[in-house]
């Protein structure tokens, strides 16, 4: 059965319990569909099933992502279509902005941000420059806004107090210009136990470049206990957030397998165990 319709009954139970009951957990979104997420159109692979995830969890909301349409092209942020359009499954249903900053990094910090600012969990959103300076949502919400000269950074009240979603928004774009693979790589932290991956755990190689790819769902064979994991990533410049085809194993593909040996390969870019991190 194609993996991009939906399975057996036991998978239309699990994908109406886990995909959020309404589309306010996505903020960017004017309308959700749940018949549209990465849950009920991306199958796992025969034999496999998706675990259980917490209500409200990261991992909940990532795998309720919306989707565009089947087919969808990858675009950049000027509207051009991106040049590879072999690398992706499946395009997040995200905005990216009219400006060549939301790329890899970027994007990740952009999802675990609008997770964050959907539970209104503000004081946990923090990020840091690549200079090494600490911009905080809740500085921001009271009003401090940035002036950067070279690698100083000043803050300075120059605002009202506002924690709306344009203000959260706006924060985000700073961040983006501001921020990058190489810091988020310093900020996160190495996952000790790598055969331990989780929903929402980060391959990143910090650099210039460097680039960035996030766990957005799992699932776990019945027998056999081996798990596999799908990836999504933005990349230079930027474009739309898409989930990846698995270019060494067309038959397993999108899905990846979490004991991928020595290095994983995906379509732009080969990581190492050594580049898991979690936040």
């Known amino acids: 059965m194609n993996r991009f319709v939906l399975g057996s009954m036991l998978s239309l139970l699990f994908i109406v319990s886990a995909t959020p009951a309404c589309g306010q957990e996505y903020l960017w979104s004017n309308a959700y569909d749940t018949a549209m997420t990465i849950t009920s159109r991306i199958s796992p692979p025969e034999g496999y099933t998706r675990q259980p995830s917490a209500t409200g969890s990261f991992g909940n909301w990532l795998r309720g992502l919306p989707l565009k349409a089947e087919g969808a092209g990858v675009y950049l942020y000027d509207g051009r279509k ?117 929903i929402g755990d980060v391959f990143i ?8 790819v996030m766990v957005v769902d799992m699932a776990v064979h019945e027998e056999s206990g081996k798990k596999v994991m799908l990836l999504a990533q933005s990349y230079m410049p930027a474009q739309d957030v898409h989930v990846l085809v698995n270019p060494k194993d067309s038959l397993l593909s999108p899905w990846y ?10 379509p732009e870019w080969t990581f190492g165990w050594n580049h898991l991190m979690r936040f």
């Open 82 to 198: 991106k040049p590879r359009q072999d690398v992706h499954a499946a395009v997040i249903d995200m905005d990216i902005g009219a400006k060549n900053l939301q790329q890899c990094a970027d994007a990740v910090i952009r999802l675990r941000a609008e997770y964050w600012y959907a539970q209104n969990e503000y004081d946990r959103m923090s990020f840091n420059f690549t200079s090494g300076d600490t911009a905080s949502f809740r500085k921001w919400i009271m009003g401090h806004r940035p002036s950067v000269n070279g690698s100083r950074v000043r803050w300075d009240k120059v605002a009202p107090i506002d924690s709306s979603y344009q203000v959260f928004r706006s924060y985000l774009e700073t961040v983006f210009m501001y921020a990058g693979s190489y810091s988020l790589s310093k900020q996160l932290r190495a996952v000790a136990e790598p055969h331990g991956i989780e």
């Open 205 to 212: 190689e910090g650099g210039f470049p460097g680039h960035a």
């Open 257 to 266: 397998a979490c004991d991928f040996g020595e290095t994983l390969v995906t």
